[in-house]
């Protein structure tokens, strides 16, 4: 019986999608993620909510390394020689500007007060982190323009770590929109 069903599955196998022909599920392009999926989510003050920044449109995770420079007179061929430094970190993302959404009021009142956030970076298409860490507000803009909508631009620079929940995942996964306790309730399948 297992040696027929192992049989079944390699003839499915060479028969699905024409043996994969035209319709690669494992080439790279079938894995890109698509940028509109990416949100940038910062948790409430209290840390019981994590919000998903209103009105986003742009995103950009930088993650750069100071370079230090080890030539001496004896480096081979006069090319300078260098070994990777300090690390940091930042994020930029702007986008349309949603008067008294929450998200908004946790950044104007972590501006306001020199706090620093704690935020994530999600796939809401895979409802999966891809990015963790704490950061300080270093611009917080709004524009608005007379023949176009109100919009925002935020920088946040990095306190510490980066941590990339791809490698490193958490043990409750948390989405915007979701709390720490109705993520323990669907984990568990019971409250709190």
């Not at 003050?45 to 750069?64: F, V």
């Not at 370079?67 to 690390?87: F, L």
């Not at 109100?150 to 770590?161: A, H, I, N, P, V």
Request: aromatic fraction near 8%; charge should be negative.
């Amino acid at each position: 019986m297992k040696k027929r069903n192992v049989m079944n599955l390699q003839r499915f196998a060479a028969s699905a999608y024409d043996g994969n022909a035209y319709c690669d599920f494992n080439s790279a392009a079938a894995k890109a993620m698509a940028g509109k999926d990416i949100i940038l989510s910062v948790w409430s003050s209290t840390g019981e909510k994590l919000l998903a920044i209103a009105g986003q449109q742009g995103l950009t995770i930088n993650r750069t390394a100071d370079s230090i420079e080890i030539s001496s007179k004896d480096t081979e061929g006069g090319w300078k020689s260098k070994i990777a430094g300090m690390k940091e970190w930042s994020i930029d993302t702007d986008g349309v500007y949603v008067n008294g959404d929450e998200s908004h009021t946790e950044l104007s009142k972590a501006f306001e007060n020199s706090d620093p956030i704690c935020l994530k970076v999600v796939n809401k298409k895979t409802s999966k982190g891809m990015f963790g860490g704490l950061a300080v507000i270093t611009e917080y803009s709004l524009e608005a323009p007379y023949d176009d909508a109100m919009t925002y631009s935020l920088s946040l620079e990095g306190m510490g770590k980066l941590v990339d929940l791809t490698v490193e995942p958490v043990d409750e996964e948390v989405m915007p929109g979701g709390s720490v306790a109705a993520a323990y309730v669907t984990q568990n399948g019971k409250s709190a």
